[in-house]
């Protein structure tokens, strides 16, 4: 059992686990995809994940890169060994392959919002084959977002010239971020900025496509090149009229969505704690193919407690039913996560730039023994933050987090008014994904 139990808390430490959800009660398949970026450093990929919740951020539960982790390997080992390779691909592993794939990157030097921080939006991949490949570029957003058919973007991805091609990547991403500053200088938040510019891009590469034979045509001279790929830019490049026009369509929407629908705000995802929070219904799935069935007893909130002093966090999530023991569903290929319940805090509520820190419990990894029953109180990956390890206790149905602030400097920005959100999460043997929110 040690054993295992040091190859839960490296899962914990890594943060990238499948989430599971799904749409069948019957077994899926495991399967292995594969992500190719192109034109996209390294150096500015923060993370990458399926959005199996559809809330367009990268929650704790998202995609496994391929690795082997070594007994002894310290962090920069494993961190090493999670990033993109030689041919700059990722590996997934995965149940449910159509669910949408988020990259958040930063780039504080070309980026002057958000601390550099965006996130694009990619299409789930389509088939159930083994290795499929996607592509993850700021062109295949394009595509994904419905801005560019994939006839149009195969002209640009099958230039000719080497060199050329690379170049045209590497505009398109920096012209990206150049009109990014310009929206959230004009007021969009950021999502809205990062949805427009694709969608203006995408509109006028349609418009270019000659623009593909010129490059063509240049064969290697790179200073034809460099001029074509100038006019591309330029093109592309969202003009201070244009974005005016951008900006009076985006308010004419808002002030519709807002009209007809005042209920859909995120604001209500978010309470600041008074004593103790009763959540008296017996929840329903809220997603998926059994949107609708009562979800199991041990990710069902009953009581919610927060008390937050100048040195101290204390959380009290009392549920339903908690078990002494639980059903290991896994099999010994997988490490997705299983079991979680977690409590998020809002330490930044700025609506262009939001930010949270979360401390939870999870069951997940790889388990010896399929259908094995495992001890809640020993199987428990404890994590804060950025997945480091800590104490907690259970006691009867309730899960009691006792943390110190010195434990990570972003817990000091937790205050008493600090807004709270719970959020568990249980994937069955069929890999369908049951979720319990308070608020919801």
């Known amino acids: 059992m040690k054993k295992f139990l040091w190859s839960l808390s490296i899962v914990a430490l890594v943060g990238l686990v499948n989430c599971g959800g799904g749409s069948s ?43 082997t982790i070594n007994k002894g390997d310290t ?22 392959p159509e669910f949408p794939i988020l990259l958040e990157v930063q780039d504080t030097s070309k980026v002057d919002f958000d601390d550099g921080k965006f996130t694009l939006t990619f299409d789930g991949f389509k088939t159930k084959e083994q290795n499929e490949t996607k592509e993850i570029s700021v062109l295949e957003s394009m595509v994904d977002a419905d801005a560019l058919s994939k006839a149009e973007a195969d002209s640009f991805r099958t230039l000719t010239n080497a060199e050329a091609q690379e170049k045209f990547y590497t505009t398109l991403l920096g012209d990206l971020e150049t009109n990014i500053n310009t929206l959230r200088r004009d007021g ?24 593909a034979d010129r490059i063509n045509s240049c064969g290697d ?26 900006l009076d369509n985006n308010s004419s929407n808002t002030n519709n969505t ?50 937050v002093t100048d040195t101290n966090i204390l959380v009290k999530i009392t549920l339903l039913n908690l078990p ?29 730039n939001k930010e949270t820190v979360w401390f939870g419990a999870a ?24 997945y480091r390890p800590f104490n907690i206790n259970i006691k009867h149905n309730t899960i009691i987090f006792n943390i110190p602030k010195s434990l990570d ?19 069955d043997n069929g890999n369908d994904r049951y979720y319990d929110e308070y608020p919801n």
């Open 75 to 96: 962090v920069d080992d494993i961190w090493q060994k999670i990033a993109l390779n030689s041919e700059g691909q990722y590996f997934l592993e995965t149940y449910n």
């Open 188 to 211: 969009l938040d950021s999502k809205t900025a990062v949805t427009a510019t694709i969608k203006e891009m995408g509109d006028e590469t349609k418009a270019n496509q000659e623009s």
């Open 258 to 307: 807002n009209s007809s629908n005042n209920t859909n705000n995120s604001d209500n995802k978010w309470i600041v704690p008074n004593g103790v929070m009763k959540d008296e219904v017996s929840e329903k799935q809220m997603f998926g193919n059994y949107k609708g069935e009562i979800i199991p007893e041990f990710i069902d909130l009953s009581e919610l407690e927060v008390e």
């Open 409 to 427: 400097s972003n817990l000091e920005k937790i205050t008493s008014e600090t807004k709270v959100h719970f959020r568990a999460s249980h994937t």
């Open 324 to 352: 002494q023991k639980l059903i290991y569903n896994r099999d010994t290929n997988s490490t997705s996560t299983e079991y979680e319940w977690v409590i998020d805090f809002l330490i930044n509520d700025d609506v262009n």
């Open 25 to 67: 009660k019957e077994a899926k398949e495991l399967l292995q995809k594969i992500l190719q970026f192109v034109g996209i450093p390294q150096t500015i990929i923060v993370n990458v994940c399926q959005d199996s919740n559809r809330d367009g951020m990268c929650n704790i539960g998202e995609i496994q890169a391929k690795v």
């Open 363 to 386: 069951i997940a990894g790889l388990h010896p023994d399929e259908g094995e029953k495992i001890g809640i109180t020993s199987d428990i990956i404890y994590t804060i933050g950025h």
């Open 221 to 246: 001279d790179q200073s034809c090149v460099d001029k074509e790929i100038k006019k591309v830019s330029d093109e592309l490049i969202i003009t201070e009229e244009e974005a005016n026009i951008l």
